[in-house]
C-alpha cells in the first residue's frame, strides 16, 4: 500500500485561486511573494482578482497553477509522497515535490516554459480536440493517415483515461482529424478552448528554449519515484528526469499509463494537490477501486 501525490496541469486554474492559503498562513504568503518576484510581475494578484479570461493565457495560467500546486503541497501536515506524477504542467509540481527541483528553479522553468510555448502559439497556430469513446490505437491510426495523406500536423497528445483522447496539431488537422474521429465512431470530438498545440511537433521552438534553460538548472536526485508522461513509468535518475521533462514538450501526456504503473508498483491512495478535480475525475476512471482525493 503505497501513498501517491499527483498535481494538476493547465485547465484547472480558477478566479481566487490560492488566495485561502494566502490569507491563512504567513509562510505560504511569503512563497506567493517570492513567486512574484520570480515572475517579475504580482501573478498573486492575477490569481486572487483575474477573470476566467485572465488565467487562461499560458505565460499566467502555468505559473499560477505551479504556485499554487507547490504552496498547497508544502503547507500539507507531515507530506511523505512514496511516488509523484504531474499531468503536463504538473509534472514540474511534482519534481518539487519529491526533491528533484527546489521551488525556486521550478518557478524559473515555469515561468521560461509558459513564455516558450506562448511565443510558439504564435509562429506556429494550432489547437486541441477530445476525442471520446474511441479506441486508442484507432486515434492513433487515424493521425498518423491524415498527417501522410494531407502533410498537416496530428498527433495524439494527452492519454487521459480510458475512451478520453486529446489529439493536437495545426488548426487544419484538428479539423479533418475531428471530422475523420467521428466518422470511425467516436462519440464526441470536441475542439477545446486552447491556445496552442501542445504536446505536438508545433512545440518544436519552446522545446529547444526550455531545453536550454533546464541544461543550466541544477537537478537533484528524487526522494521518490516520479512517473513522467513521456514514458509512463517510474524514473529515478535525475538525467533521464530532466531529458524526459524536455521531450514532454513535443510528446504526450501517457496519463493512464502513469496512473496504471503506479498502481502496478503499489499505489493505492491518491491525493491530488492543487486547484482543482480533474486527476481525480480521471483516476476514478482508470481504476475504480483505487482511492483518489484532492488537497487545494
Partial sequence: ??????????????????????????????????????????????????????????????????????????????????MVAGHS???????????????????????????????????NPGTMAAVLALEDEKVESICRELESETGEVLVPANYNCPGQIVISGSLKGIDLGCERMKAAGARRAIVLPVGGAFHSPLMEPAREELRAAIEKTTFYNPSCPVYQNIVGKAVMDKEEIKKNLIDQLTGPVRWTQSILAMIADGATHFTEIGPGKVLQGLIGKIDKTVQAVGVE
Avoid at 498535481?7 to 492559503?21: D, E, N, R, T, Y
Avoid at 494566502?22 to 486572487?48: P, V, W
Avoid at 509534472?91 to 516558450?116: C, K, P, Q, T, Y
Wanted: a neutral charge; one cysteine or more.
Fill in 1 to 82: 500500500m503505497k501513498h501517491a501525490y499527483v498535481f494538476p496541469g493547465q485547465g484547472s486554474q480558477f478566479p481566487g485561486m490560492g488566495k485561502s492559503h494566502y490569507d491563512k498562513s504567513a509562510f505560504a504568503k511569503k512563497l506567493f511573494e517570492q513567486g512574484n518576484e520570480i515572475a517579475g510581475f504580482r501573478l498573486s494578484d492575477t490569481m486572487f482578482t483575474g477573470t476566467e479570461t485572465d488565467l487562461r493565457q499560458t505565460n499566467v495560467t502555468q505559473p499560477a497553477i505551479f504556485l499554487h500546486s507547490v504552496i498547497a503541497f508544502k503547507t500539507v501536515d507531515n507530506a511523505r509522497p512514496e
Fill in 89 to 123: 504542467l504538473g509534472e514540474f509540481s511534482a519534481l518539487v515535490a519529491n526533491s528533484v527541483l527546489s521551488f525556486e528553479d521550478g518557478m524559473r522553468l515555469v515561468i521560461i516554459r509558459s513564455s516558450a510555448m506562448q511565443k510558439a502559439c504564435v509562429s
